[in-house]
């Protein structure tokens, strides 16, 4: 069964940062297309950064050399890193396993100003 459960979110400062985790289960992370998007309140899921299997990475402006997307394929997770964070960057995080269209559960990223 193919599943990803995140973890990782919280409240932090603006200007600070936050690891995201997506942990994959039923499937190698990293034969998969991976990508990861956010949701703020009232607004629709927005796309904001993937991997692919071969290594390359692809960002939203919005996040572009803030955000670093990479995986751990010995322990079959993926990861999000955030940094200089922002009070727009609030949302809930969700992975998907692009090719099965897997989603997480999402976790929430709350920043304060």
């Known amino acids: 069964q193919v599943q990803l459960v995140e973890s990782g979110g919280g409240l932090v400062q603006s200007g600070g940062s936050l690891r995201l985790t997506c942990a994959g289960s039923g499937f190698p992370v990293s034969d998969e297309i991976m990508t990861w998007h956010r949701q703020a309140r009232d607004k629709p899921r927005e796309w904001i950064a993937t991997?692919?299997?071969?290594?390359?990475?692809f960002y939203d402006d919005s996040v572009k050399g803030r955000f670093t997307i990479s995986r751990d394929d010995a322990k079959n997770t993926l990861y999000l890193q955030m940094n200089s964070l922002k009070p727009e960057d609030t949302a809930v995080y969700y992975c998907?396993?692009?090719?099965?269209?897997?989603w997480g559960q999402g976790t929430q990223v709350t920043v304060s100003s």
């Open positions: 998907q396993n692009h090719d099965s269209n897997t």
């Open positions: 991997l692919f299997p071969g290594g390359a990475t």
